[in-house]
Nanobody
Framework: QVQLVESGGGLVQAGGSLRLSCAAS????????MGWFRQAPGKEREFVAA????????YYADSVKGRFTISRDNAKNTVYLQMNSLKPEDTAVYYC????????????????WGQGTQVTVSS
């Protein structure tokens, strides 16, 4: 059974930082591209960042570019999202997801999802 488990969320003041982690039980984790998405109350789930299976390619939403960094450690079956200069509008539940299909930014292109971790940024 595939499991993706996010951790590292919490409450932080604007301008602060958080590091999210996603541990995957995927046997062939190193063959999957990984993505981070977020969903704020009353809004659709939106793309945040993605990283290729090797880690050599990354892609970011314009809203987080320059503030967030996605990375992965294939030896630990883990993907990370370092979030700096956080803003109140970053408040959302953050989800990690896995896909064998390129480096997509659409929800339906991902095969596996975690349960999410809450990030709250106070002003």
């Amino acid at each position: 059974q595939v499991q993706l488990v996010e951790s590292g969320g919490g409450l932080v003041q604007a301008g602060g930082s958080l590091r999210l982690s996603c541990a995957a039980s995927l046997r062939t984790f190193s063959t999957y591209a990984m993505g981070w998405f977020r969903q704020a109350p009353g809004k659709e789930r939106e793309f945040v960042a993605a990283i290729s299976w090797s880690g050599s390619d990354t892609y970011y939403a314009d809203s987080v570019k320059g503030r967030f960094t996605i990375s992965r450690d294939n030896a630990k079956n883990t993907v990370y999202l370092q979030m700096n200069s956080l803003k109140p509008e970053d408040t959302a539940v953050y989800y990690c997801a896995a896909t064998l299909t390129g480096l997509p930014r659409l929800v339906y292109e991902y095969d596996y999802w975690g349960q999410g971790t809450q990030v709250t940024v106070s002003s």
